[in-house]
């Protein structure tokens, strides 16, 4: 067998000496060993294959590390990967212990930044420009950002900050037309234009080699060239909006060839000016599938390579399609209801409805921000707008959330996805703090439902109450329960699912059906348990909590949400202030950010499996002093849990 090209490549300093015949064979073996570990781990395979030579030709082209290149979003960091050393552990990545399938500053001394969240590469290229310079230190700074998330506010407040400063940034724009479904906006639109007069860049071309092949003097002529070039350009690019905001602007290149995109970016490296190269590409290039379907294979689980297919299929719908398909039931009988998705439509199940009624759904792209304040904007006219968010994707838009939203007490319905932990894709996208961001706000009611069937209700329930609601539910199948009509809920009224004497398990959403498994497992040691599916994070059900407070030896709050300032600690300040005191446990996410790994594995760390928690109950309960477990016990208990009996349904 023939030794690979891609064999030798240990780090960027391996590329300098290949020629650009070379290199492209080396694409071509990335993008097949690429395509071949991805089917197995499972990952985001089109936003790489997009970027094979792009990443080639600026690791070509660039001094990595003096050089640093920010990876916006970072998802496309694949082959980035691939080219610094981690070729062989891509054969984990995103899986436990493995690499992550983002930018780690902890992996790499190539990784700059540790990102995940969208449209923050332009201000760290600024803002580490700025400290390079003022440090005296080397080196040119990158940042690669996509037409998808250039579609976001903050990219543009650091374009018109970076023109401002003059810094010595290099932009590169990844535009191929997608964000995760097509890019959507005026600015699209803008850059759609900029792509089709793309005569340009021929002629560029062409002028370059006319200069070279002079003999003797071509070389010069060409360096003088490139200035001649920048005049020429002002006369014909269409729009110049980044020169405008003071950035040089370079391109339309075609971003899959290598030279022409090496070149330039060669060429940019030597002027101390804004620059932005805006090169396009196609999302999935080079393997059918993708290129066809770049929504399904932006990230993607394990595939079969022949048929493009996943290898595993759910057993019972996911939360993201239940949520989908009540809201358009709901709103095939409610016409104000309107849906808005930041660029995620497929992820927030929201396509159907988007299908079913063109007319009252909204992408307004990668903007959080303006998602939350259009959704109050839109309550204000007298509409019911559901805003499907991703929990982590949501924590950007927190000041809307309070300022537009809450404080004026909108009529705006949150429909939080992905909220607990995610899985592979690890910490900068895990939804683990929403219960505690969002409880502190007036006004606003959090709920969590139990199972699939529950997000039915607490839809349908979110869209009754006046004022803000969000519901949090997982990135996870549902349970397999029965679908029934959707019905509106008592707000602030928990359900008890168990009763039991020794411990009150009280937990919410995902955790509900963990505390069942728990209390079977306590069973089994002579344990009793109460189980109560709290429902909603706010309002508490304080009487219920008072009571079972006073009626058990422990009272135990399991949720997957950060422990601090989550709904564990909302109970115990509750209990406090009502001057109930009782041994207590609260079980959630500890006070770390959490790596990547499948969701069982990673709920199974933080103590959150049945097992765990049935055993963390157990041990705490031995822990307990006897005068403490006989006092709960004693004569108050009997009186009260007569009354508690009386007053609940159990089993409802
Ligand atoms: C703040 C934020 N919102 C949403 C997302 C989810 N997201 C990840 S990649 C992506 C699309 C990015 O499109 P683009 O920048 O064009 O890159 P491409 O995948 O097309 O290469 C989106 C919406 C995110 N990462 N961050």
Redo the contacts with the bound molecule.
């Keep these: 067998m023939n030794e690979r090209l891609l064999d030798k490549i240990d780090s960027p300093k391996d590329l300098k000496d290949l020629s650009f015949e070379d290199l492209n064979c080396l694409a071509g073996e990335i993008r097949e060993e690429l395509i071949q570990d991805v089917s197995k781990t499972g990952g985001h395979l089109a ?1 790489n294959l ?1 970027v094979v030579e792009l990443t080639v030709a600026l690791h070509y082209a660039l001094e990595s590390p003096k050089d640093r290149i920010i990876w ?2 970072g ?2 960091c694949y082959v980035h990967k691939m080219l610094t050393g981690r070729r062989q552990e891509m054969k984990h990545i995103r899986q436990k212990g493995g690499i992550s399938g983002f930018p780690k500053r902890a992996e790499s001394e190539h990784d700059v930044v540790d990102t ?4 923050t590469s332009l201000s760290f290229a600024i803002g580490l420009s700025e400290a390079m310079k003022k440090c005296g230190k080397e080196g040119k700074v990158a940042a690669v ?5 250039l579609t ?1 506010g903050m990219a543009y407040e650091a374009l018109n900050h970076g023109g401002h400063l003059k810094s010595d940034v290099m932009v590169i724009l ?1 535009d ?1 037309e ?3 479904s097509p ?1 959507v906006g005026s600015f699209s639109a803008y850059l759609s234009r900029v792509r089709l007069d793309s005569h340009y860049v021929s002629f560029e071309k062409e002028f370059e080699q006319r200069l070279k092949n002079i003999p003797a003097i071509g070389e010069r002529m060409y360096e003088i060239g490139k200035h001649i070039k920048s005049s020429i350009k002002q006369l014909i690019v269409p729009g110049m909006l980044f020169e405008e905001l003071g950035f040089k602007y370079i391109g339309p290149l075609d971003g899959h060839d290598i030279e022409t995109v090496a070149r330039n970016i060669q060429m940019a490296k030597d002027l101390d000016t804004p620059v932005l190269i805006h090169v396009v590409t196609r ?1 999935g290039y080079g393997y059918k599938p993708a290129e066809d379907n770049p929504n399904k294979f ?1 990230g993607t689980s394990a595939f079969d390579i022949k048929t493009g297919l996943a290898i595993s299929k759910a057993a019972a719908p996911s939360y993201t399609e239940v949520f989908g398909d009540a809201l358009v039931e709901i709103a095939e009988k409610d016409k104000k209801i309107i849906a808005i998705t ?3 439509t497929s992820g927030t199940g929201l396509d159907k409805f988007a299908e079913r009624f063109p007319d009252r759904f909204y992408d307004v792209g ?1 903007a ?1 921000q303006h998602a939350v304040a259009f959704a109050a904007a839109l309550a204000l006219g007298g509409l019911k707008p559901v805003a499907a968010i991703y929990s982590t ?1 949501l924590q ?1 838009a927190y000041d809307q959330v309070i300022h537009d939203v809450c404080l004026q007490d909108m009529d705006v319905v949150f429909a939080i996805d992905r909220a607990g932990v995610v899985g592979e894709d690890g910490p900068t996208h895990h939804g683990v703090f929403d219960i505690s961001y969002l409880s502190t706000i007036p006004n606003m009611v959090v709920m969590a439902p139990k199972d699939e069937n529950e997000l039915r209700h607490m839809l349908k329930t979110a869209l009754e109450i006046k004022g803000p609601v969000a519901v949090r539910y997982p990135r996870r199948n549902g349970l397999g329960v029965k679908l029934e009509p959707a019905k509106v809920l008592e707000t602030g009224r928990s359900e008890v699912l168990r009763d039991g004497q020794d411990v009150a398990i009280v937990a919410l959403g995902t955790m509900v059906k963990t505390a069942l498994d728990s209390a079977d497992i306590l069973a089994k040691h002579k344990i009793s348990a109460t189980v109560v599916n709290a429902r909603f994070a706010k309002p508490l059900d304080e009487e219920l909590l008072v009571a079972l407070a006073q009626q058990h030896r422990l009272l135990v709050t399991v949720e997957e949400n950060a422990l601090w300032g989550g709904f564990g600690s909302n109970v115990l300040r509750m209990l406090m202030t009502n001057g109930v005191f009782c041994p207590a446990l609260n079980l959630g996410l500890t006070d770390d950010f959490i790596p990547h790994g499948t969701i069982d594995e990673l709920l199974d760390m933080q103590g959150l499996s049945s097992e765990k928690v049935a055993a963390r109950i157990e041990q705490r309960l031995n822990k307990m002093s006897p005068t403490l477990a006989s006092e709960a016990q004693g004569k108050l208990f009997k009186n009260l849990r007569k009354a508690f009996l009386s007053k609940i349904n159990v089993f409802e």
Excluded: C, L, W, Y
């Excluded at 995940?116 to 449209?119: A, E, I, L, M, T």
């Excluded at 950002?145 to 998330?149: C, E, K, L, R």
């Design positions: 936003p997009g916006d979003v998802h496309q995940g969240h969208s449209s950002i996509g037409d998808g998330a976001a990844n191929n997608m964000s995760i890019s999302k932006h930041a660029a995620m990668i959080e994707f950007r």
